[in-house]
Structure formats: structure tokens, C-alpha cells
């Protein structure tokens, strides 16, 4: 199951690593600061979603890609509109005449819109973009892919939701039959849907569909990370399409809810409304993060209480 830690301190800029369990791959939502994150953990990601770049959501890149210089593998960077510029400037800002030019790879993936992503490659020691392709998807590997939504924030604001790919397991005690390579023909079988498919089990050939009675179909993990959006109903509607009974939300509550006239001026959510669409949304585990630097800890303890008041509401 996919797990997410918050790796920046109270009153600091965000920053959420999600890690694949058994895999050593990981994933980072946003780099704002990140005390908690250590030099292992950065090199072990191989995919940034960036929500927007504001820059208590992006200052921090330079020291996650300090640590990634050097490795030569490639890295995806996912975010809104002018990424691809963005990250290219950064890059562009130091000297680069010692780096060469297998160092690393960044392949950017610009949301244009919810149908197109242009995909971009920098390389160092110049860092000049190229424009690959653009494709219909964000992204997938081989444990998650990803979902996205637009969300408001007086800027484009993404939301991710990182779902993990269904599994398939074999109820070995209704089968009556040893366990063997046969197996994993049979799952194959079944995730592909080739039912006339024959598989051999102790001399004996069946076709696969006999046999898919021995399978269960296991649902993939649902995380998802809503930063910065104002709270109004076209960011909600989104919201409810994408993270619609997810497992697990991390969502944005910046403001208590005495505030929520600073939400609305600043585009920002507030305690009761995060709470609320979460609930709107039958999310079974719902988290408000991301507090105003104003608050003290008894302020963001009123926070959550509002938060989880509106989450649990019948």
C-alpha cells in the first residue's frame, strides 16, 4: 500500500513524500521545505508533481535536484503551465561547466488541460528545452498512475490522486490443486481476459475462464494531495470527480473558519470547507495540512477540530 509522510516542520512550507513499500521508489508532492527529508529519500525519487509555483510550493527545488545531480537517471516533473520554463530557468541560473552531460535527465510534463500534456526532456550542461510529444495522460509505471484535477488558486493549481495499480490473488484454499507456475499463467489470463486461454495443472488442460472463480480482483490504493484552491463549487465539482471515494486525502485547510474571509480574498480553503468536501466525497481517511505561518499550535489544533467536525458530519 502506498504511504505518504509530510517531510517539512510546523509552520514551514509543504512538502509530501509518498513511498511505494518493498520498491525504493518514491514520489514528492511540492518542495517546500523539507527538514525531514533525507539525502536517501531524494535520490530515490523518480517523479516531482508540482501543484503551482508559488514559492512556498517550489522554493526548495534546488536542494531536492542538488542532491539528484549526478545520478544519471531520469527524472519526471509534472505541474502546471510554464513548468517547463520555470524548472529551465532554475536550472539555467548556476554554472554548469563541470557537469556532464549524462548527469541527469528531467522529462517535464506541462498540464495544459485535463486531455493535453506537452512533454518536455532538459539535459544538462545547457539545459535548453525540447518538446518530445504530447500525450492524453499525466503519468503510470509499473505501481501507480496518476489522475489529476485544475483547481483555482487565481493560478492553475493541480491536485493529484496517486492510484495504485489493482492486484490479483490466487484463494489457494478453495483450489483443491498445488501451487505452481501455473499461477501466475492463470492471473495473466485474467488480467488480460483471455478466457479461452488453456492452462495446464497437474497433466490436466482447462481453459482459463473455468478457472478465474480462483482469482480475486483487489483495488488498487487511492492517495490523493489537494493543496492551494479556493474554496468554491467549480473547484468542488472537480474534486468530487477525481477523489471520489479515494482511501486517503491529504487536503488544504489554511484558514480557520473566523478567517475564511482572508480564504476567499487569497483563493485558499478553510477548516470547515476542506472538511466538507471531503465528506461530500466519501473519502475514507481525510488529513488537513498546509496551515498559515500566522497560526500557533492551539490554531491549528482549532483547525483540525473544525476540520474533522464538517469530515464526520452524517
Known sequence: MIQAEIKSL???????????PNSGKHYLC?????????????????????SHTHIDHFSNFDGIFRHQIGSGEKVVICGPKNIHQQVESRLKSYTWNLIDEKAIEYEIREIVSEEEI?????????????????????????YVNVDFAILDHKTDSIAYLFKEKDSV???ENISGFRKGKWVSELKTAFENNTADKEIEIEETVYKAGDLFHLLTRNAGYKLGVIMDHAADEGNYKKIRTVFGGADKVYIESFYKDTDQEFAKINY?????????????CQVKEAV??????????????????AFYKAFHKN
Open 10 to 20: 510546523l509552520k514551514e512550507d509543504i512538502s509530501i513524500l509518498i513511498k511505494i
Open 268 to 280: 485558499h480553503s478553510f477548516a470547515s470547507a476542506s472538511g466538507q468536501i471531503m465528506n461530500e
Open 169 to 171: 490473488s490466487f484463494n
Open 30 to 50: 511540492d518542495c517546500g521545505e523539507a527538514s525531514l527529508l533525507t539525502v536517501k529519500e531524494v535520490q530515490s525519487i523518480s517523479a516531482i508533481f508540482i
Open 118 to 142: 506537452n512533454i518536455y526532456t532538459l539535459r544538462p550542461p545547457h539545459w535548453n528545452l525540447e518538446l518530445a510529444k504530447a500525450q492524453n495522460f499525466l503519468f503510470e509505471d509499473e
Open 288 to 305: 488537513p495540512i498546509h496551515f498559515s505561518r500566522r497560526y500557533t499550535e492551539s490554531d491549528q489544533a482549532e483547525i483540525e477540530t
